[in-house]
C-alpha cells in the first residue's frame, strides 16, 4: 500500500493510481508529465500509462494502486472516468495541495491501509467506500488548487494530440515498408493502444469525442480506401490485396468489403473499370 523501493525505471502498469507525497524529495514521472511540484503533491496514474520515479529515503505518503477486477466489483465505480476525469488525463497533472489539506487526505489513506491489512472478512466494502471517499475528496482539492479553463485546455490538446498521433499510426502501419513486429493486427485498436501506450478504452473514448467515430470506424474506413483504391487503379489479384491489407484470407477480406460496400471485390472493380 506504500512506496518502498526508492527508484524504479520506466515501466507500464494496469491499474489506475493515486498517490500523494507528504514530504520528502526527488519526483515520479506520470506518462509525458516531468514538472514535478516540489510541496505536498498528488498525483496519479491510469492503466498501460508509462510510470517512472526517483526519490529519496525522506519521501513519504501513499501510492495506492486500483485494478479494473476490484472496480468493477460494485457500481460505485460504473461512472469513474466521467465522474473523476482527472484519472484518465493523457499527460497527467500533479498538483500540489496546502498543507492544511494533508490531514483530512492522509486519514483516509491510513484507514484504507488499516483495512486492508485486517483480517475482517467485509473489509472491501469498507474499502471500495473509502476510495469513493478518496476520489471525491481527490476532486475537490483538484477542483480548488488546479485552474480549470488550464486543465481542459491541457487535456483538450493531449486528446487532440493522441488522436493525431492514431490517425498517422494507422496510415503509417499499411505501409508497404512498415516496420511491424510479426504478430501484429493491424485491423485491431488494441494495437494501436499498445504502441501509444494507453488503454483500449481511453484510445476509443477521445477519437469517439473528437470524431464521432470509435477507432474501429477510422480503421475500418482506412483500409476500405486502400482496397477500393487497389481494385479501381491496379491489376492486383483478390489474395494479394487481402495479404497486403493484413487480413488472414481473402475469403475474410471479401467479407469485409461486402459488409461495407455491398459489393463483392471482384464486383466493384466491374463497376469502376466501366
Given at each position: 500500500m506504500g512506496i518502498v523501493v526508492a527508484k524504479m525505471p520506466p515501466f507500464r502498469h494496469e491499474f489506475y493510481s493515486i498517490a500523494i507525497k507528504a514530504d520528502g524529495s526527488g519526483k515520479a514521472i506520470s506518462g509525458h508529465h516531468t514538472n514535478f511540484p516540489e510541496g505536498v503533491t498528488i498525483f496519479f496514474n491510469s492503466p498501460f500509462q508509462i510510470l517512472s520515479w526517483d526519490i529519496v529515503p525522506?519521501?513519504?505518503?501513499?501510492?495506492?494502486?486500483?485494478?479494473?477486477?476490484?472496480?468493477?466489483?460494485?457500481?460505485?465505480?460504473?461512472?469513474?472516468?466521467?465522474?473523476?476525469?482527472?484519472?484518465?488525463?493523457?499527460?497527467?497533472?500533479?498538483?500540489?495541495?496546502?498543507?492544511?489539506?494533508?490531514?483530512?487526505?492522509?486519514?483516509?489513506?491510513?484507514?484504507?491501509?488499516?483495512?486492508?491489512?485486517?483480517?475482517?472478512?467485509?473489509?472491501?466494502?469498507?474499502i471500495q467506500t473509502y476510495i469513493l471517499l478518496l476520489l471525491n475528496q481527490v476532486r475537490r482539492l483538484f477542483n480548488k488548487n488546479v485552474d480549470a479553463r488550464l486543465a481542459k485546455e491541457q487535456i483538450r490538446t493531449a486528446d487532440l494530440k493522441l488522436l493525431s498521433r492514431f490517425q498517422k499510426l494507422v496510415k503509417t502501419s499499411f505501409y508497404p515498408e512498415a516496420d511491424l513486429e510479426t504478430f501484429s493486427n493491424l485491423h485491431s485498436p488494441s494495437y494501436y493502444a499498445s504502441v501509444l501506450n494507453v488503454h483500449p478504452n481511453h484510445l476509443n473514448a477521445v477519437v469517439k469525442t473528437i470524431t464521432g467515430k470509435t477507432t474501429l470506424n477510422h480503421i475500418h474506413n482506412h483500409i476500405l480506401k486502400l482496397a477500393k483504391a487497389e481494385l479501381s487503379q491496379t491489376g492486383a489479384s483478390v489474395k494479394e490485396i487481402a495479404y497486403s491489407l493484413h487480413f488472414d484470407s481473402p475469403n475474410s477480406f471479401s467479407a469485409f468489403f461486402k459488409k461495407n460496400t455491398g459489393l463483392t471485390p471482384l464486383t466493384y472493380r466491374k463497376t469502376t473499370n466501366l
Open positions: 525522506d519521501w513519504s505518503g501513499y501510492y495506492i494502486m486500483i485494478s479494473q477486477d476490484f472496480l468493477a466489483s460494485s457500481h460505485l465505480f460504473d461512472r469513474l472516468l466521467d465522474d473523476y476525469p482527472f484519472l484518465k488525463i493523457d499527460e497527467s497533472i500533479p498538483f500540489e495541495i496546502s498543507r492544511e489539506d494533508l490531514p483530512e487526505i492522509l486519514s483516509i489513506y491510513d484507514r484504507i491501509k488499516y483495512e486492508y491489512l485486517s483480517q475482517h472478512e467485509d473489509k472491501f466494502s469498507f
